[in-house]
């Protein structure tokens, strides 16, 4: 059915070009035919009228006077009465006027009249006769006497005062040219349906061959796109385990630091309430052991001992600093920074100021201390690679959020993850700091221009309707 449907279409397509390209072509031939059709009229109209003015001369000047005109009339009805005219419909019409209306000289091809009647000069069949009578020369188509649309050709015969006119039907010079394309469209519809025919047959094996080659190219197309999807599957479920893989990981990494930290807070409190408690009781003893006199023998020995136990104490207090600050957690994240620009500034010469909006900032235990390893990985690292002078730590409380910003007066760098400058080795490192903030529902920003200084900006949420130890303390 899809095949004659095709066929059909096929036979349609070429009959409406091949018809339209003949109709193109007889119209063309038509309308050449026809100027030639007003050409010989024209032609034969003025050869007509020149005759009759040689006539009409030879006549008057060889002796027939006044009887010339007569003459020349009679001698024009007896040629005309053995002419037939020319063609099927073709004819001269000869006339003249009188007065207000137009005679006719010569009897019409179609009809029986010797002697057609006159007609009023202004007679919408008279055009070409009037034209000529008024002097005129030249062809055009009309409707003449028989309701006929024609061709006709008209010239003045001036010696005579007469008119004629040369005239032949449209439809005699249409005829060849309807007859012609209707033998051509009957010729092109047998050549279109053979042409068709042939070519369904010559196509048709060609036709299958592709289409079982396109049914396959479609099939392998369509297998590709299922193996395709089921790749695009497999990578996104591979994504999505890797993404889920990362969270873990961010999970274990998070609980491994606060693993770490209070590992650290307990080391420390056992170093302070342990081995700092026996170092004190140790130290008592030995006071007590010291005679009441000063012996040359024993003295020097027990200040030995005892400069050692101070010392001892204060490597471990300072142990115990670094581990987990005790003011951290027993006065807040206020008082740690504090102490921790003090150090800093003991012990590297940074001179840090801290500027605190004295808003309370409740912390959770562990949030706490994340954010005071992020500072102090921060200094550090103005210490170690900005080359500064000073530093400021803005603590404030913004909404639901404490906001650390740890600023410097040092050389800067590009802010491009590329560029960023390195972090003290060991430490949290920014891309640490960055997610360790980030799994806790903070965030990292840092801004840099060399030349300019850095800004590190850290924040952190606040524990609903927790208190600050700072608060209490005041």
Partial sequence: MVEKHRLLLLIAILMVVALAATGIALAILYNTSLDQTRARLVEAVESQARLLEAVARFNEEYGLGDMAYTATLVELED?????????????????????????????????????????????EHAEPMRRALSGQSGCMTAVDYRDEVVVAAYEPVE??????????????VRAPFIQAGAVAGAATLVLVILGAVLVRRIT????????????????????????????IA????????????QGQLRSLASELLLAEERERRRLATDLHDHIGQTLAVTQMHIDALRPPTATADVTPELDQVSALLDEMDEAIRTLTFELSPPVLHELGLGAGVEWLAEQLQAQHGLHVELVDDGQPKPLEEDVRTLVFRAVRELLINVVKHAGAGE????????????????SDDGRGFESRPDSAPRVSSGGFGLFSIRERMESIGGSVHIESTPGQGTRALLTAPLQPGGEDPEEERQ
């Fill in 79 to 123: 040629a005309h009465a053995r002419f037939r005219g020319f063609g099927e419909t073709g004819e001269f019409i000869l006339g003249r006027r009188v007065d207000a209306s137009i005679e006719f000289l010569l009897r019409h091809r179609h009809t029986q009249l010797a002697h057609p009647g006159p007609i009023p000069f202004d007679a």
């Fill in 204 to 231: 048709n094996p060609l036709i299958r061959d592709l289409e079982n080659r396109v049914a396959e190219r479609t099939a392998d197309l369509a297998r590709a796109n299922r193996d395709l999807q089921s790749e």
């Fill in 159 to 172: 010696v005579l005062n007469l008119g004629i006119v040369a005239k032949i039907d449209v439809a005699e």
């Fill in 234 to 245: 497999e990578r996104r479920q591979a994504e999505a385990r890797l993404l889920d893989y």
């Fill in 391 to 406: 530093a400021r730590v803005d603590l404030s409380r913004i909404g639901d959020q404490i906001h650390a910003q740890v």
